[in-house]
């Protein structure tokens, strides 16, 4: 496949339900406001302009407001009321952002004290946010959102134990739109210093080529191997949810190259679509950068973002092993061979020509894991990647190595000079590169996409951030009324007779959240009332949370919402529905994982749990990984019903059974688990079954797509 195929591939339109900046007046100004919200992420984020943490909030807020309305309206085209609409809207989300500004200091003297006027913004800005929501993510979550609202007004008149000692109208407003809790708590601070920049950093690399980076290596590396094209899907995703931490954003930009392919090469439209779906949730779980919610996570915990990292390690290692796996069953059983080796580019080539957008990413991971702020090792990050961008345009057109070679260095001294003397030396670099490259030819190219990128960077974190200060309202009725209390009692009690009910409890909580809402406000929601209740069970506190994380994940998998699923479905050209059976099955390491972290949490690297006090940590850690890749292993044999050979019903029961007893912690259950292991292995070498025609829908093609 050559690489012009590849960018032709690559270059359709992501989705059709995306929003864009159409090409009008209107689409021009929100191209500007874009660009604006992003230079002030920037300035906030590396101290060019140092304000109190709440303007920072409510002024990120106010952006989010202002560049949704008018953008969804542009894109909806419903006339010119509707557009009219949008935009007092949007003047209204600013409004409260000027008036916080203004009234900064009086509010904080009157805090719990409020005049009619801050009654009104504080009405204004729950509001709009409110409907921000709606319009920009659809019914789910301001639904959900609402009825924790209700909850505070009118708590007091149900039944015991839900009821509360009730609240006055302007206590909840206050509570709500005001302070650091509500709609401006510790979701939007996330949004607005790490979520904001670690997407920035993405639509850049983005935008300078990392997904043909990661897809030609892709395709170098496994593209021969049988089943290729799949396993193509499952590297470039996993890869690609390194720097973006976006399931859907995943589904609709490699899955426009690797779907078609896994499809012209034999594998059915709804496997390819699971595959690419499952691979790019992934891409949340998948250290180094991770998604959004590992940021949240750090935060709302308290410790170090390396520590979620960690814990996330073996598990993600696992899930994209177990995918891998299933495609390469299910190539095996379909008889699908890979592409043709002379046609592929080759990894190392790919890595030399664009060597260099590795960097930034070297040095975000090695700053996150060198004790740096996720705050710090972004603006870095960032600042490196501007750097390269700006610099590569330049260097281009450099024929001499001597003086390219110098520039080189002098673009590594600027980056260095960000540890000594802050952004504002890297900003006098960028500042004289930006200059060099309206003189230089390519050079505007490169100020076009960095440009760009700030547009697209605003646009994406567009659903993020709103998500974040929508379900700050949930948060604000939990630390207000303590209704998380309720919850955690009922799940303790039923704890207390059996763990592995609350933990199945926990999950279907998850699941049915995250139908229709996406992944950050459902851990938000689930951590909040489930997490205290399993810390409190003995589960260890990052184990509970990332418990959550990952159900909250697989809810975009799980029917009948499926989000994903439904974004891979246009693309692969097969119902939602049928694609999410496939991603479940798929995905069945991500239903084992958490389960067995809970019972050894060495899994997660943490300390605790039976198996540690018994045998030790290290060789708990060795025993849980061989354990959990034994049963994810015999889970996709049983799945895909498939071992060099197809199996016999027989076979697959014994496997399931074997994978079932691997992971439950119960007395014996292991021995158990080991017995059916030996037992399958003897049916698979005595009674291998017939060797049948590998199964093909569709006659798989060689040529290069």
């Not at 509707?82 to 900064?104: H, I, K, R, S």
């Not at 330049?394 to 001597?402: E, L, Y």
């Not at 440009?451 to 948060?475: E, R, Y």
Request: glycine share 10%.
């Amino acid at each position: 496949m050559s690489a012009t195929t590849a960018d032709q591939t690559l270059s359709h339109e992501p989705n059709t339900h995306e929003q864009h900046f159409p090409a009008t007046a209107e689409g021009k100004l929100l191209y500007g406001i874009a660009v604006a919200f992003s230079l002030f992420q920037i300035a906030t984020a590396a101290h060019l302009i140092d304000l109190p943490s709440q303007l920072v909030r409510s002024t990120h807020v106010a952006f989010l407001l202002l560049l949704g309305f008018p953008l969804v309206a542009a894109n909806l085209r419903k006339g010119a009321l509707y557009t009219a609409g949008a935009w007092a809207l949007a003047t209204a989300g600013v409004a409260v952002a000027v008036y916080q500004f203004v009234e900064y200091e009086p509010l904080i003297l009157r805090a719990g004290d409020l005049v009619p006027l801050d009654l009104y913004f504080g009405v204004v800005a729950i509001a709009t946010v409110f409907i921000g929501a709606w319009v920009i993510m659809g019914p789910a979550l301001p639904i959900i959102s609402g009825l924790f609202l209700a909850y505070c007004f009118f708590g007091e008149y149900l039944p015991s134990p839900l009821n509360h000692r009730g609240y006055d109208y302007s206590q909840v407003i206050d509570h709500m739109a005001y302070g650091t809790e509500g709609i401006y708590g510790v979701p939007t601070y996330v949004s607005s210093s790490y979520i904001f920049l670690f997407i920035l950093f993405g639509s850049f690399l983005e935008r300078a080529g990392m997904i043909k980076l990661f897809t030609d290596v892709s395709l170098g590396l496994v593209g021969h191997k049988r089943g290729g094209p799949a396993k193509v899907s499952v590297i470039s995703s996993g890869l690609m949810g390194t720097i973006s931490g976006s399931g859907v954003a995943n589904v609709v930009t490699t899955g426009q190259f690797t779907i078609p392919l896994m499809k012209r090469f034999g594998y059915r439209p709804a496997f390819a679509g699971g595959v690419e779906a499952t691979a790019s949730m992934g891409g949340q779980i998948m250290p180094p950068v991770m998604g959004a919610v590992a940021f949240i996570m750090a935060e709302t915990l308290g410790v170090e973002y390396a520590e979620i990292v960690k814990a996330a390690l073996i598990p993600a290692i696992l899930y994209f092993a177990s995918v891998f796996w299933m495609v390469h069953l299910e190539a095996g059983k379909r008889g699908l061979s890979g592409l043709d080796p002379k046609d592929l580019p080759s990894p190392l080539a790919a890595i030399r020509q664009q060597w260099y957008l590795l960097l930034p990413l070297a040095a975000l991971v090695w700053l996150l894991f060198s004790g740096y702020t996720p705050l710090f090792a972004g603006t870095a990050g960032l600042a490196l990647t501007m750097l390269l961008i700006l610099g590569s345009s330049i260097a281009i057109g450099m024929s001499n190595t001597a003086v390219r070679t110098i520039f080189w260095i002098g673009i590594g001294l600027a980056g260095a000079s960000f540890f000594q003397y802050g952004f504002r030396a890297v900003l006098i670099a960028i500042l004289v590169l930006i200059a060099w490259n309206f003189m230089v030819k390519g050079g505007r190219a490169a100020l076009k996409l960095s440009v760009d990128s700030l547009a697209d960077g605003a646009k994406t974190a567009l659903p993020v951030g709103i998500a974040c200060a929508v379900v700050g309202i949930i948060v604000g009725t939990m630390t207000l009324t303590g209704a998380a209390n309720t919850f955690g009692q009922f799940v303790v009690a039923v704890g207390q007779h059996s763990l592995f009910l609350s933990l199945i409890l926990t999950m279907l909580t998850c699941i049915l959240l995250g139908m229709g809402i996406p992944t950050i406000p459902n851990y938000i929601i689930t951590s909040s009332i489930a997490g205290p209740a399993l810390l409190e069970l003995g589960v260890p506190l990052i184990v509970s949370h990332m418990f959550v994380f990952y159900f909250g994940i697989l809810a975009d998998l799980t029917p009948p919402v499926a989000l994903a699923c439904f974004a891979a479905a246009p693309i692969a050209k097969e119902s939602g529905l049928r694609i999410s059976f496939e991603a479940v099955k798929v995905a069945a390491a991500g239903f084992v994982i958490p389960f067995m972290a809970v019972y050894a949490p060495a899994l997660m690297l943490q300390d605790g749990g039976p198996l540690a006090a018994a045998i030790g940590y290290p060789l708990a850690v060795v025993y849980i990984v061989i354990k959990a890749s034994l049963s994810i292993g015999l889970w996709g044999v049983a799945v895909i019903g498939y071992l060099n050979r197809p199996l016999p019903l027989l076979h697959r029961l014994v496997a399931a059974a074997a994978a079932f007893f691997l992971v439950a912690a119960l007395p014996i259950t292991d021995e158990i688990g080991g017995a059916l292991v030996l037992l399958f292995a003897l049916l698979v070498w005595k009674f291998p079954g017939k060797a049948t025609e590998p199964i093909a829908t569709t006659p798989p093609k060689t040529e290069t797509p």
